[in-house]
C-alpha cells in the first residue's frame, strides 16, 4: 500500500499543477482535516481546516495572499503508517508588493486511509516534519529522488 500511497500523492501534485482541482479534491477525503504550520502566524490562517469546504478557504487566503503560487516538489517519500512526507520548495510572488516569494525548506505530511487523503500536517521547516514521522530509511528518500 505504501507504494501506492506515493503514487497518489504524484498524481495530485500533478493535478494540482494543472490546476485540475477536480481531481485534486478527488484525492482528499471528505472529512480531510488540514493543520497549517503553527509558526505560520500570517494573516487569515487558521488552526485547523475540515472537510473540502475548509480545505477551500485554506487555498482562498492562500491564493489571496499569494499570486502565482505553486510547489515545487523535491522529494516524495513514504513515512510508513499510511503516511507520505513531500519535500517541497513554494514559490510565489506577494498579491500586494509584488516580491518574488520563495519558502525553501518546506514539508507536507499527508495521512492516507483507502487511497484518500484523510490528514495533510503542513510544515514550514522540514526539520520538524522529520522529526514527526521518526527515522526514514535513506533507501526509501533515495529511491524517490
Known sequence: MSRENVETMRRLYAAWLAEDFET??????????????????????????VGHDGVRR????????FDDYRPEVEQIIDAGE?????????????RGSGAEVEARRTA???TLRDGRAVQLDLFLERSRALEA?????????????
Not at 485554506?58 to 495572499?65: H, I, L, P, R, S
Not at 499510511?82 to 506577494?94: K, M, S
Open 58 to 65: 485554506y487555498m482562498a487566503a492562500v491564493y489571496e495572499a
Open 82 to 94: 499510511g503516511r507520505v512526507l513531500t519535500l517541497a520548495i513554494e514559490h510565489g510572488r506577494g
Open 133 to 145: 514521522v521518526g527515522p526514514v530509511e535513506v533507501a526509501d528518500v533515495a529511491a524517490e529522488r
Open 24 to 49: 485534486v479534491f478527488q484525492t482528499y477525503d471528505p472529512e480531510i482535516r488540514l493543520n497549517p504550520d503553527p509558526e505560520a502566524t500570517w494573516v487569515g490562517i487558521d488552526d485547523s481546516y
Open 108 to 110: 507536507h505530511l499527508w
